[in-house]
C-alpha cells in the first residue's frame, strides 16, 4: 500500500507491502535521478553510510514512465520527537553532511526534513532519494529555515530545558516559538544570532527566495550550522538513570532475574524484534540485541535514552500512558507510535507497577494493550506491598491490583508458559504467549 506520508512528493511515491519497501520515481524527476546515480554522488553517500542504499527493481513500468527502486528497510519508522538529543543532533549533522557532499557534484536538498533521517544499522541515516535537486549558482539554500526548525531550534530547547518541546507539529519549532522560551541571555550569543533571533524578528527571511547567494557563501553558511549544531550539549537530568540502584533488589535478586530473562530469551527462536517497554539503561534491551534481536528500547525519560543511544538497540522516548499520536493531514501521515509497534516480543520488566499504580491504568487495560502488539510477552508483576509499589500508591486509591488481579486479566489475552519467584524477592516474571 501507498505510504501516507509520501503524498505530498509529487516526484515519487514510496509503498511498502509490510516486507519490501518500493519507491516509484516519475519522469519529472528522471534527470535529478539519473544525476545522483551517474555523478559519483550516489556512490559517495552510500560508501560513507549517510544515504540508505537501493536497488534497481524496474525501469520500465507503465511503457517506462516510472523507475522503481528498492532501498534497504528501516523495520522501525521512528520520528524526531521520540528521539533523544544525541540523535537528533546526529540526525542534523547527517543533513548537513550529505547537503555538502551533494554540492560537490551540482546538487543539493531541496528539503531538511528530520523525517528525512532514521535510525538503520547502528546510526542515523538520511532515507530520501528523491530529495536532491540541482544546484544553480547564486542561489539560496532553500531548506535554510526548514532545517532550523526541524533541528536546530528543537536542540537548543533540549539544550536550555532540558525537554523536547516539539510533538504534533510536523512543521517542527519556530524561531518566534523558540525565542520565547529559551532565556533571554542567549540574545547575546552570535551564533544564536544569526540563526535564531534575526529569523524570529523576520531579519534574514524577506526576499529569501530572491535573494542572489554564491556558492562559497553557501559553503561558509552550512560549515558554520555544523560547527554550531556540533558544539551544542545535553543539560541532563538524573530522573529514573539512577532507578536500577534504587534497592529494588538485593544482589542475589537481580542476580536470579538476569539469569530466568537470558534464559527465556535464549529459549526463543533467533532473531525476532523486540520492544523493551521501560528499558531504563537498556540492560535488557543490551542482552537480546546480544542474541541477535533487533530492539526498540523504549523508555519515557529522555536521558535514559541517551544512555541507551550507541548501541545496537533502537532508543525511543516514549511514555506508554501519553504515546506519540497520529498527526498530519487526515490524522495519516505520521502515525502513532502505538500504530507502529508490532513485535515479536514485549519485554515489561519492572514497568507494571508504573502504569496500575503510578498512572491509575487498570491491569485488564494493560494486558489488552500488550496482546495488541505482540506474539510473547516476559512481565514482571511487583506486588502491592513491595516497596517501589507502596511508594508510587500513596495516600491515593489505585484501581484493584493484585496477583490474582493479574493472572485474571492477562490469562484473557495469554496462555502462561513459566512462571519463576525472583529468588530473595516478591516479584515474579512470567512468559507468555498470546492466545
Same mark, same amino acid.
Given at each position: 500500500?501507498?505510504?501516507?506520508?509520501?503524498?505530498?512528493?509529487?516526484?515519487?511515491?514510496?509503498?511498502?507491502?509490510?516486507?519490501?519497501?518500493?519507491?516509484?520515481?516519475?519522469?519529472?524527476?528522471?534527470?535529478?535521478?539519473?544525476?545522483?546515480?551517474?555523478?559519483?554522488?550516489?556512490?559517495?553517500?552510500?560508501?560513507?553510510?549517510?544515504?540508505?542504499?537501493?536497488?534497481?527493481?524496474?525501469?520500465?513500468?507503465?511503457?517506462?514512465?516510472?523507475?522503481?527502486?528498492?532501498?534497504?528497510?528501516?523495520?522501525?519508522?521512528?520520528?524526531?520527537?521520540?528521539?533523544?538529543?544525541?540523535?537528533?543532533?546526529?540526525?542534523?549533522?547527517?543533513?548537513?553532511? $550529505?547537503?555538502?557532499? =551533494? !554540492?560537490?557534484?551540482?546538487?543539493?536538498?531541496?528539503? &531538511? /526534513?528530520?523525517? %528525512?533521517?532514521?535510525?538503520?544499522?547502528?546510526?542515523?541515516?538520511?532515507?530520501?532519494?528523491?530529495?536532491?535537486?540541482?544546484?544553480?549558482?547564486?542561489?539560496?539554500?532553500?531548506?535554510?529555515?526548514?532545517?532550523?526548525?526541524?533541528?536546530?531550534?528543537?536542540?537548543?530547547?533540549?539544550?536550555?530545558?532540558?525537554?523536547?518541546?516539539?510533538?504534533?507539529?510536523?512543521?517542527?519549532?519556530?524561531?518566534?516559538?523558540?525565542?520565547?522560551?529559551?532565556?533571554?541571555?542567549?540574545?547575546?550569543?552570535?551564533?544564536?544570532?544569526?540563526?535564531?533571533?534575526?529569523?524570529?524578528?523576520?531579519?534574514?527571511?524577506?526576499?529569501?527566495?530572491?535573494?542572489?547567494?554564491?556558492? $562559497?557563501?553557501?559553503? =561558509? !553558511?552550512?560549515?558554520?550550522?555544523?560547527?554550531?549544531? &556540533? /558544539?551544542?550539549? %545535553?543539560?541532563?537530568?538524573?530522573?529514573?538513570?539512577?532507578?536500577?540502584?534504587?534497592?529494588?533488589?538485593?544482589?542475589?535478586?537481580?542476580?536470579?532475574?538476569?539469569?530466568?530473562?537470558?534464559?527465556?530469551?535464549?529459549?526463543?527462536?533467533?532473531?525476532?524484534?523486540?520492544?523493551?517497554?521501560?528499558?531504563?539503561?537498556?540492560?535488557?534491551?543490551?542482552?537480546?540485541?546480544?542474541?541477535?534481536?533487533?530492539?526498540?528500547?523504549?523508555?519515557?525519560?529522555?536521558?535514559?535514552?541517551?544512555?541507551?543511544?550507541?548501541?545496537?538497540?533502537?532508543?525511543?522516548?516514549?511514555?506508554?500512558?501519553?504515546?506519540?499520536?497520529?498527526?498530519?493531514?487526515?490524522?495519516?501521515?505520521?502515525?502513532?507510535?502505538?500504530?507502529?509497534?508490532?513485535?515479536?516480543?514485549?519485554? &515489561?520488566?519492572?514497568?507494571?507497577?508504573?502504569?496500575?499504580?503510578?498512572?491509575?491504568?487498570?491491569?485488564?487495560?494493560?494486558?489488552?494493550?500488550?496482546?495488541?502488539?505482540?506474539?510473547?510477552?516476559?512481565?514482571?508483576?511487583?506486588?502491592?506491598?513491595?516497596?517501589?509499589?507502596?511508594?508510587?500508591?500513596?495516600?491515593?486509591?489505585?484501581?484493584?491490583?493484585?496477583?490474582?488481579?493479574?493472572?485474571?486479566?492477562?490469562?484473557?489475552?495469554?496462555?502462561?508458559?513459566?512462571?519463576?519467584?525472583?529468588?530473595?524477592?516478591?516479584?515474579?516474571?512470567?512468559?507468555?504467549?498470546?492466545?
Amino acid at each position: 500500500m501507498k505510504e501516507p506520508s509520501s503524498f505530498r512528493d509529487v516526484s515519487a511515491k514510496v509503498f511498502d507491502d509490510g516486507k519490501t519497501i518500493k519507491r516509484e520515481i516519475y519522469p519529472s524527476y528522471f534527470k535529478e535521478y539519473d544525476h545522483l546515480m551517474q555523478s559519483g554522488l550516489y556512490q559517495e553517500l552510500t560508501e560513507k553510510q549517510l544515504l540508505i542504499p537501493h536497488k534497481a527493481l524496474a525501469e520500465n513500468l507503465n511503457n517506462g514512465q516510472i523507475i522503481a527502486i528498492e532501498p534497504e528497510r528501516v523495520n522501525f519508522i521512528s520520528y524526531p520527537y521520540e528521539w533523544c538529543f544525541s540523535m537528533l543532533k546526529d540526525a542534523a549533522l547527517v543533513t548537513l553532511q $550529505v547537503n555538502s557532499i =551533494a !554540492l560537490k557534484y551540482g546538487m543539493v536538498l531541496k528539503d &531538511a /526534513s528530520a523525517f %528525512n533521517v532514521q535510525y538503520h544499522k547502528g546510526k542515523m541515516t538520511f532515507i530520501d532519494t528523491t530529495s536532491f535537486m540541482f544546484y544553480k549558482e547564486g542561489m539560496p539554500w532553500g531548506a535554510y529555515r526548514q532545517y532550523c526548525q526541524h533541528f536546530l531550534y528543537p536542540l537548543l530547547c533540549m539544550k536550555h530545558l532540558n525537554a523536547n518541546v516539539w510533538k504534533g507539529n510536523l512543521e517542527g519549532i519556530t524561531a518566534a516559538e523558540t525565542a520565547k522560551i529559551i532565556p533571554n541571555s542567549c540574545r547575546f550569543i552570535p551564533s544564536y544570532w544569526a540563526h535564531l533571533y534575526s529569523q524570529a524578528m523576520e531579519l534574514t527571511t524577506t526576499g529569501q527566495k530572491t535573494m542572489k547567494l554564491p556558492k $562559497v557563501a553557501l559553503l =561558509a !553558511l552550512l560549515n558554520h550550522l555544523e560547527k554550531f549544531t &556540533a /558544539s551544542l550539549k %545535553n543539560r541532563s537530568n538524573p530522573g529514573w538513570i539512577d532507578y536500577a540502584d534504587a534497592g529494588s533488589y538485593t544482589e542475589t535478586a537481580q542476580e536470579s532475574k538476569n539469569d530466568i530473562v537470558e534464559k527465556w530469551l535464549g529459549i526463543m527462536p533467533f532473531s525476532f524484534t523486540l520492544a523493551d517497554l521501560g528499558a531504563n539503561l537498556g540492560f535488557y534491551s543490551g542482552m537480546a540485541s546480544t542474541l541477535g534481536n533487533e530492539v526498540i528500547a523504549v523508555d519515557s525519560d529522555p536521558d535514559c535514552v541517551e544512555r541507551i543511544y550507541g548501541g545496537n538497540a533502537l532508543p525511543l522516548v516514549a511514555d506508554l500512558c501519553n504515546p506519540t499520536p497520529a498527526i498530519g493531514w487526515n490524522n495519516t501521515e505520521r502515525k502513532s507510535f502505538l500504530d507502529r509497534l508490532h513485535v515479536d516480543t514485549i519485554l &515489561a520488566l519492572a514497568i507494571i507497577h508504573h502504569l496500575c499504580i503510578g498512572n491509575n491504568v487498570p491491569l485488564d487495560y494493560v494486558a489488552k494493550l500488550f496482546s495488541e502488539h505482540c506474539k510473547t510477552l516476559i512481565v514482571e508483576f511487583v506486588p502491592p506491598d513491595d516497596k517501589q509499589a507502596i511508594k508510587l500508591k500513596g495516600s491515593k486509591n489505585i484501581p484493584n491490583y493484585g496477583l490474582s488481579v493479574f493472572e485474571s486479566a492477562f490469562l484473557d489475552y495469554f496462555t502462561i508458559k513459566e512462571q519463576v519467584n525472583i529468588t530473595d524477592s516478591k516479584r515474579i516474571l512470567f512468559w507468555m504467549e498470546k492466545r
